[in-house]
């Protein structure tokens, strides 16, 4: 059983910084049946968008508004994906989503996996 399990979602001033942790179990999030780990964000109305990625070689991409304050890693050894969210804004009030793009077996078949989502508030 696949699970993604999202933390660290708080009210912060703008400016603050948080830590959202996305711990996995059922995948390896460096394995070489993952083609990426991701964090999305949904506002109310809105459409779900990729904040950052990460791939399995290593390899960042970020969001354009959120470049130079964000930084997503993992650390392998506890089988889980961070996202450092520092100087944060208002306009980075959204629901946070871990997400998991995975492909394996015989045959391969493709896999998307979503955590539950971290309430992440920021005040002006």
């Known amino acids: 059983q696949v699970q993604l399990v999202e933390s660290g979602g708080d009210l912060v001033q703008a400016g603050g910084s948080l830590r959202l942790s996305c711990a996995a179990s059922g995948i390896i999030v460096g394995g070489n049946g993952i083609n990426a780990m991701g964090w999305y964000r949904q506002v109310l109305g809105k459409q779900r968008e990729l904040v950052a990625s990460?791939?399995?070689?290593?390899?960042?991409n970020y969001l354009d508004s959120v470049k130079g304050r964000f930084t997503i890693s993992r650390d392998n050894s506890k089988n889980t994906v961070f996202l450092q969210m520092n100087s944060l804004k208002p306009e980075d009030t959204a629901l946070y989503y871990c997400?998991?793009?995975?492909?394996?077996?015989?045959?391969?078949?493709?896999?998307?996996?979503w955590g539950q989502g971290t309430q992440v508030a920021v005040s002006s």
């Open positions: 990460i791939t399995r070689a290593g390899s960042t």
């Open positions: 997400h998991a793009d995975a492909i394996y077996g015989l045959p391969p078949r493709k896999y998307d996996y």
